[in-house]
């Protein structure tokens, strides 16, 4: 097991547990979503509309102040407001974006704990509540609410999520409340026991991870696997019935670690070429074509990748740094890099423990990271670094960039919006260049 796994063992104590409840291969009808008042933060001192909230962000950002986003929906308590993963359309038609939340507070009655898939058309500075899923197709036990993965079918009228307790098509419908979930097969604990001790029971199902959906909506892969030495990959496609159907399976992971990351080489294409994944200690790629695994070159020991992104080719986040690319399936660690790890403090190293790396679209010089200690940007193709300072000290695990460069960072403690390669964002940044 990846020594990096050892940082998420705080996190997951954060999320406390839900009763688990039998869920089945039918679809079953939802329970109605409770109201709960929101809660404000110093800079949001009451309700506001949406065009007062747009016009607040607009000028948050064009004096690059982070703006603070309290749109989501549920509770508005602990970590409700963290977006665990952001997804956006395959064919990238729709000029939108999904977040994928979870309302675990210990505040919040078990019954009423719920994930939410929810949209945004103006880059993040509003959300409108799409789905409720309620607490019978999660187990908040097991660390659920930090590695739940969103898969949005082109048209975004259909998604996939990935829980504890296995893969859930999520079919939206009028009022967001009545949701309607149906489960797709996926593989059980097995009679063995796997090597490793998990709170699971024979039979049960093994919790999905990562996922991605091919550009068409006609194929699927999704990651399974929880620290039982035995990740496994599927492949699905759908049928005239709109019903994901498995696949013969894909060729055995070269690792028994656990699958964090994955993305396509080409997302857009309906037929991609390879599949890059992300394990608990490696690096590799997938040629669709021959079947056959390559593992990337340069990447260090015990490196959980825990993001990717192939823009402008291939970007790790990992636990004990961030890798750049170096040629045809190899990277390089940044090593030049002193992050600023510490608001007020001047410690600083190339030792970052990323969760995420993302890289504009519309400029490839552009990087932004996020990580255990914070949020750091680079306009250099990742030479140097600067720690956005504007945010709350804390976690933070999402980013996002959107068409005009601003960026939507997420962690444990909320959802922004930021705008750090604005000329304006100097006097907010801080860097180390020795």
Request: aromatic letters at 8%.
């Amino acid at each position: 097991m990846s020594g990096c796994w050892k940082l998420k063992k705080k996190a997951r104590l954060l999320l406390v547990a839900v009763p688990v409840m039998v869920w089945g291969q039918t679809p079953l009808p939802q329970i109605p979503a409770p109201n709960y008042p929101a809660l404000t933060s110093s800079k949001a001192t009451g309700a506001m509309s949406s065009g007062d909230d747009s016009d607040l962000a607009r000028k948050d950002l064009s004096s690059c102040h982070v703006h603070q986003v309290k749109s989501l929906p549920g509770s508005h308590l602990f970590a409700s407001e963290f977006i665990e993963t952001i997804a956006t359309d395959p064919t990238g038609a729709i000029n939108a974006v999904w977040a994928l939340t979870s309302d675990l507070s210990s505040k919040v009655p078990a019954l009423d704990r719920a994930m939410y898939i929810s949209k945004s058309s103006d880059g993040g500075v509003t959300w409108t509540q799409v789905a409720r899923i309620d607490s019978r197709y999660f187990d908040a036990g097991i660390g659920e609410g930090l590695r739940n993965g969103l898969g949005v079918v082109p048209g975004g009228t259909e998604f996939v999520i990935t829980t504890q307790r296995g893969l859930f098509q999520v079919f939206p419908q009028s009022n967001a409340s009545a949701t309607v979930v149906k489960s797709i097969p996926g593989p059980r604990v097995p009679h063995v026991r796997p090597k490793v001790t998990i709170p699971k029971e024979e039979g049960d199902p093994v919790r999905a991870g990562v996922v991605l959906i091919t550009a068409d909506g006609k194929r699927m892969l999704v990651g399974y696997g929880y620290f039982d030495l035995d990740p496994q990959l599927f492949s699905y496609h759908k049928d005239e019935e709109g019903s994901w159907i498995e696949d013969r399976p894909l060729p055995r992971l070269p690792t028994d670690m656990d699958l964090l990351s994955m993305q396509f080489d080409d997302s857009k294409n309906p037929h991609p070429g390879s599949l890059y994944v992300g394990t608990g200690d490696q690096a590799y790629r997938l040629n669709l074509h021959t079947m056959k695994w390559v593992r990337i070159r340069g990447v260090g020991p015990d490196s959980a990748i825990h993001g990717m992104t192939l823009v402008g080719g291939l970007h790790l986040a990992a636990c004990w740094g961030i890798y750049n690319p170096a040629g045809t399936n190899a990277v390089k660690r940044v090593t030049n890099a002193r992050f600023l790890l510490h608001r007020a403090k001047d410690e600083t190293g190339p030792n970052l423990r990323a969760y995420g790396i993302e890289v504009d679209p519309s400029n490839p010089e552009r990087e932004v990271v996020t990580s255990i200690t914070g949020v750091y940007s680079s306009k250099d193709g990742g030479k140097t670094w600067r720690r956005l300072n504007d945010l709350p000290e804390g976690e933070f695990r999402t980013a996002h960039f959107n068409p005009d460069g601003s960026v939507i960072i997420s962690g444990i403690a909320g959802t922004f919006l930021a705008n750090p390669f604005s000329n304006a964002c100097s006097l907010h940044l801080r860097t180390r260049n020795h």
